[in-house]
């Protein structure tokens, strides 16, 4: 006969707790040391080769001690990030984290709650920063919410929703349900996700058109019209207007207003790339330069930038609920629901999103907002434009180096002034960020190449700002001669 006893013994869960414990409690004051003393340490430093091959194993067949695996990760994963804490990171627009958001992801994780739907008390968390969205965009109560990665993500699902309100058959019977062609309108300083989201979207970028900017970077709107009339002409169905608050290169927020009348007078859906500039309206002082941003059909943003929630945590707000369930719900057997056990409390977020199992992204989101308030992290926005303009005006001051955009909000781009200067600021950009102490990056503006001073950290000051001046012309001196010699070498031969 069959031995029917089993041996369960093969539980995940500690053999010793108190073990456990206290290795938590080390882990937990490691990281607290870690980011309280952030600024003494390098804002990057290029990985050593020896732990680059660290990472290199098979898969573990066989247990480790925590201990030692937490030893590994102390020394060779937490000293080689990209350093978006650090006070000196001015690369990309990245936020700087904070502690709240630290413990925030650290109870989340205790509770592995999946927020793909049921009848449970995450999702009511989620629900009420759902709501906060909805009041602070001055948005209808018929409107809905949805956390997910990004931006990125959050842009394409405005698309899906946009491109579904216009042609119902697609989800079903495709593209070719309809004879004519979609096409969508966004500025030429727009993040590249737009039109990622149209090729994602069945619709194809080249269907994206792109409309020149005006000097500020904000989209022009007669090209604007001309091009949706020209479109129209064509036998072509324009769906979409994409408007940018905040572009990703320089800060530009386009007439948000203006861009609701067009949409309005085409019938077009009016989305809003607010990534990292939709939030500032939570900054009394830079609110103002939003307006219109509550007229939107959706906006798309992230907490995980200027609002300093940990990674990842975007948001996709749309106006007209009916039009976002009506692009994402499937019905599945499986996720039935009943209203008198957990299936209860339709709709749920995955009938909102591509997303079935989803994390607890709404807990560091909400703690952030309620222990540090809104008005706090407002300060920091408007402290972060404070310093663009202390470093604006510096740059202004100097005659060897030359701002080459506006500086609207918190980004700043300029340049060495010298010859090959494409080459040497590219150059100015890499030596600095091996220096460790500051890491600004480049773009192009106008097709001239940037250093590109992104202030998102909300631990930055002016002493930050002052070592990016000091690093730059301390390399640009060297590298500007030394091109100079390259060059003089060249052109003798
Ligand atoms: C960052 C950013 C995005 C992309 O957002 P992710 O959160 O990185 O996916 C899109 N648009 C703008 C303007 C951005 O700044």
Redesign the pocket.
Known sequence: MTDLRLNEDASLDPKCWQSVRDEAHRMLDDILNHVQDCRKETVWQPLPEHVRNSFRSSVPLEPSPLAEVYQTFHESVRPYCAGNIHPGFMGW?QGGGSVVGLLAEMLAGGLNANLGGRDQAPLEVEKEVVEWMRQLFRFPDTSSGLFV?????A?FIAILVARNASLQKARKHGMLSSSKQLTAYTSQAA?R?IAQALDMAGIGSQWLRKIPVDEHQRVELGALENAIQADLEQGNLPFCIVG?A???DVGAIDNLTSLRKISDQYGLHFHI?G??GALALLAPTIAPKLAGIELADSIAF?F??WTQVPYDA?FILVRDRAKHIASFESPADYLSRDPRAMSAASPWPCDLGPDLSRGFRALKTWMTFKVYGTRQIGRVMEQNCRLAQYLADRIRADDSLELLAPVPLNIVCFRYRCANADRVNQDIVAAVQRSGSVAPSSTRINGVLAIRAAIFNHRTTTHDIDQLLDQVLCHANDLAASSQQSLGTHLDH
């Open positions: 627009v990665t990004g931006s990125s993500i842009n993040h996700c940018c905040g572009t990703v790339d990534a990292f992230d995980h930038k975007g």
